[in-house]
């Protein structure tokens, strides 16, 4: 099955600087790769995505990468805020059935 | 997100207790998941519904039991057969025919004493 493996699992960052978090996929078959952020307690929130058609998407400060190829993509975060503070999950669409398959999360803190 | 309840918000719940948890969407969405977060671990899945009346399970349904009765509920049982209930449970809703987007609720954490 789909297997989505994603690093760092934590990430210290100086407010101001720029976070990277990177996943990888194994069914070539995925097609739709969201990014969630999720704060203490609360649920998580959509905050990106990106589909197989396109290499890169941008929001703001945040930007999504997509390396079809490779089988990897990844979340860009620009000016760090220390309310980007937060876990981030990325996930991938399975062949079939609607579903997603989550990566393990990444804790990001924004030191101010 | 906003359209999608779930209650209670913390639960809990004696070990030989079945519990349920609610989990209803005003979005009109056809599609409709329940997921267990523990901490340091990602979202897996436990069962998931993609029209009324029918559903599957996911990657960790032993223990889990679940209906959809109605397009706007989809609740989920915690049975005694689950070992380790303790866990934050979301439920999320998607619908499919435009697009793979999926919403989330606000999450019960259930505490098994």
């Known amino acids: 099955g789909e297997n989505v493996e994603q690093h760092p699992s934590t990430l210290s960052v100086q407010e101001g600087d720029s976070a990277v978090i990177k996943c990888t996929y194994s069914d070539s078959a995925s097609n739709y790769f969201p990014w969630y952020k999720q704060e203490l307690g609360k649920r998580p929130q959509l905050i990106i995505d990106i589909r197989s058609n396109v290499g890169e998407k941008k929001d703001q400060r945040i930007a999504v990468t997509l390396n079809k190829t490779a089988k990897h993509f990844s979340l860009h975060i620009t000016e760090t805020q220390p309310e980007d503070s937060a876990v981030y999950f990325c996930a991938a669409s399975m062949r079939y059935g609607n579903k997603l398959v989550f990566g393990a999360g990444t804790i990001l803190r924004v030191k101010s | 997100d906003g359209g999608i309840t779930q209650s209670p918000k913390y639960l809990f719940r004696k070990e030989g207790q079945n519990v349920t948890l609610s989990c209803e969407q005003n979005l009109n969405h056809d599609a409709m998941y329940w997921y267990r977060q523990d901490p340091g671990q990602g979202l897996r899945l436990i069962y998931y519904s993609q029209i009324v009346n029918d559903f599957q399970k996911g990657d960790i349904a032993e223990g889990y039991s679940v209906s959809r009765e109605k397009k706007e509920s989809f609740p989920l049982t915690v049975t005694s057969a689950q070992k380790n209930p303790t866990a934050f449970y979301l439920c999320?809703?998607?619908?499919?025919?435009?697009?793979?987007?999926?919403?989330f609720g606000p999450g019960t954490r259930l505490t098994v004493l």
């Open positions: 999320a809703s998607s619908r499919p025919g435009q697009g793979p987007e999926q919403f």
